[in-house]
């Protein structure tokens, strides 16, 4: 069966930087894209970025470009985020997720708490 | 990229029948077939309900239906059930592998 691991909750200081991972499992590593989303305290939901694990094109929200990095690392199967610049409007819980063919992300990580704190 | 406009809440009785709007652009919406509606509770994570517009995922019960016109998607659920409250989110492809989500909608069933 699918499935996405995240790594764990991290609290940093405004300036820093963050990574958060996203391990798949239960299906063909390359053959999906995976997106990035996350969700402040109380809030919607914001879509940040998009990786494509085959050949590790990326795609990010205006808002994010200069901050946002995703990676993967294809031996492993898992991508990952990089934020830079942390302030305290990026505290939030960020979630990988795999889409379908076409549109819809049917499998989501647990989420990673980001606290962003000085 | 612009913002999608839901209404903040919406609220229906056991048994009715509840439609949450998702209004953007022509350049998102309207563009293409490709919206979503996902499901969230509480401290978890989104439940995809509908793809593609219309379609549902297998296990999504069929009182869940999706439509749109113009740059209006919408979500229909009938026959409202206690579980069905939760915060609803639209989410549109926006052309150029760039992906947005709606304000959120949240229900409650009285």
């Known amino acids: 069966q699918v499935q996405l691991v995240q790594s764990g909750a991290e609290v940093k200081k405004p300036g820093a930087s963050v990574r958060v991972s996203c391990k798949a499992s239960g299906y063909t590593f390359r053959d999906y894209y995976m997106h990035w989303v996350r969700q402040a305290p109380g809030q919607g939901l914001e879509w940040m970025g998009v990786i494509n694990p085959s050949g590790g094109g990326t795609w990010y929200a205006q808002k994010f470009q200069g901050r946002l990095t995703l990676t993967r690392d294809t031996s492993t199967s898992t991508v990952h985020l990089d934020l830079s610049n942390l302030r305290s409007e990026d505290t939030a819980v960020y979630y990988c997720?795999?889409?379908?063919?076409?549109?819809?992300?049917?499998?989501w990580g647990q989420g990673s708490l980001v606290t962003v704190s000085s | 990229q612009s913002a999608l406009t839901q209404p903040r809440s919406v609220s229906g009785s056991p048994g009715q029948s509840v439609t949450i709007s998702c209004t953007g652009t022509?350049?998102?919406?309207?563009?293409?077939?490709?919206v979503s509606w996902y499901q969230q509770h509480p401290g978890k994570a989104p439940k995809l309900m509908i793809y593609d517009v219309n379609k549902r995922p297998s296990g999504v019960p069929d009182r869940f239906s999706g439509s749109k016109s113009g740059n209006t998607a919408s979500l229909t659920i009938s026959g409202l059930q206690a579980e069905d409250e939760a915060d609803y989110y639209c989410s549109p492809y926006a052309g150029r592998y760039i992906w947005m989500f709606g304000g959120g909608t949240r229900l409650t069933v009285l």
């Open positions: 022509s350049s998102d919406v309207g563009a293409y077939d490709f």
């Open positions: 997720a795999r889409p379908r063919d076409t549109s819809g992300f049917d499998f």
